[in-house]
């Protein structure tokens, strides 16, 4: 039986018995897809997806633990072990309908009739329980070639799911492959239909290319073809490619600086990054932290020149906190290494890490006095000047002018409140 090397043994073991069971039964049925790609290409195998002759309804009979996942369409969920595979019969599709999904699919007993209706050639490969390969359409091939070719006809292929013009160019950055030159041509002639896809859709195709080792290639991909001009959320500002080239150096652990540094090398703002990156359906957490890193920058530039910089900058780690600070100055050494930094006070570039370790307290919970406190020793009612004392108070402990100590701070809140009455 085949062994697989890039995925895990416990994963890989259960999906031979998966086949098994359905080779018992009489049934066809082989690995297809990501997985054999992966395997072939040495990179992670993370999910198995598995085709076969098998009636969705057969599939349910093989197998006692199953959920019927997508069964208009073929898909049985198959629960072995701790593992779930996604079994789907061998079909073919009618009309799509919109450029999203098949309004129709009639099941085939033939695996090169499934095998035919795949986007690209590198995905159209099987792989039987012996290890012998099904390559009709030679993906192999296209993987020694490094090359993106769509299996037929592009111009049908991306006509039946517009998103694969985003998976095109998402596998060519992530793989670092070609697009084969009639697949790209037939990208740039059908880009326009990509408004019929789901923004979310999209956006998950983004974030995978933004997740690889050079994301750059893919974005340069995106702006010659155009495709987020045409995107049912439109985005059609133009970047430097200067900057765009920087974020290949951010790890892809750190996703939102990778973001936050493709609207900055956009000329986009915080407070139209917040609105496109809500429309493209971005998460509330990740959008956020996007937007308070852009947010952060932007009071850089804007800080007051004439007061020490040491007391700005700990102004504005208080403001957006220090999480979201310490991702600024990773964009920020980014744009230094490529001498981009120019709006950038030279002393928070050098000295916002250490000044921002040195500050006592980040957070207004760590104030050794709170509102109640100050409001017990003034006899008034609150308002805003119980949120400009405490915020004065928080600057001064954090840059250790003050210490933290009860007593001192409410000597001090006094002393504000006698000047102000």
């Not at 509330?284 to 910089?309: K, W």
């Not at 700990?314 to 600024?328: A, D, N, P, Q, Y």
């Not at 050794?368 to 805003?384: E, H, I, M, Y």
């Amino acid at each position: 039986m085949v062994r697989w090397k890039q995925a895990d043994p416990a994963m890989a073991e259960q999906g031979k018995q998966v086949i098994s069971k359905l080779l018992e039964h009489g049934h066809e049925a082989y690995w297809v897809g990501g997985c054999v790609r992966d395997e072939l290409m040495g990179r992670p195998v993370d999910d198995m997806d598995i085709t076969t002759s098998a009636l969705p309804e057969e599939v349910q009979d093989v197998f006692e633990r199953t959920v019927p996942t997508g069964i208009q369409h073929g898909t049985v969920t198959v629960l072995s072990g701790d593992c779930a595979f996604e079994v789907t019969t061998y079909r073919v599709e009618g009309a799509y309908e919109k450029h999203r999904r098949p309004a129709e699919v009639a099941f085939v007993r033939d695996l090169r009739e499934d095998l035919k209706r795949r986007d690209f050639t590198i995905n159209a490969i099987a792989r039987d329980i012996e290890g012998n390969v099904v390559d009709p359409f030679h993906g192999i091939n296209d993987l020694e070639a490094r090359m993106i070719r769509c299996v037929g006809d592009a111009k049908g292929r991306f006509q039946e799911d517009a998103l694969r013009m985003v998976r095109c160019i998402r596998f060519a950055s992530v793989f670092g492959f070609n697009i084969a030159y009639r697949t790209w041509k037939g990208l740039l002639e059908e880009r326009e239909n990509i408004r019929y896809v789901a923004m979310e859709r999209f956006r998950v195709e983004l974030e995978k290319l933004m997740a690889g080792s050079k994301p750059s290639r893919g974005l340069g991909l995106l702006y010659r073809s155009k495709l987020p001009a045409y995107a049912k959320v439109p985005f059609p500002y133009a970047s430097e490619a200067r900057l765009i080239r920087l974020i290949d150096d951010l790890s892809p652990e750190e996703p939102a600086i990778r973001f936050a540094l493709l609207l900055y090398a956009c000329a986009v703002p915080a407070e139209k990054a917040n609105a496109y990156l809500r429309d493209w359906t971005f998460p509330n957490t990740v959008r956020e932290r996007i937007v308070g890193i852009l947010n952060v920058g932007e009071a850089v530039e804007a800080m007051d020149r004439t007061s020490p910089c040491r007391l700005e900058w700990i102004r504005i780690v208080l403001r957006f906190g220090r999480e979201t600070s310490e991702s600024w100055l990773r964009l920020a050494d980014m744009l230094k290494a490529g001498e981009a930094a120019g709006g950038y006070p030279q002393d928070v570039l050098e000295n916002g890490r250490a000044w921002m370790e040195e500050m006592a307290v980040y957070h207004m919970s760590e104030l050794a006095v709170t509102g109640k406190d100050v409001l017990a020793l003034s006899g008034r009612k609150g308002g805003p000047w119980l949120g400009e004392l405490l915020n004065g108070l928080l600057v001064r402990v954090s840059s250790r002018e003050l210490p933290n100590d009860h007593n001192r701070l409410i000597e001090e809140a006094k002393q504000v409140i006698s000047t102000h009455e």
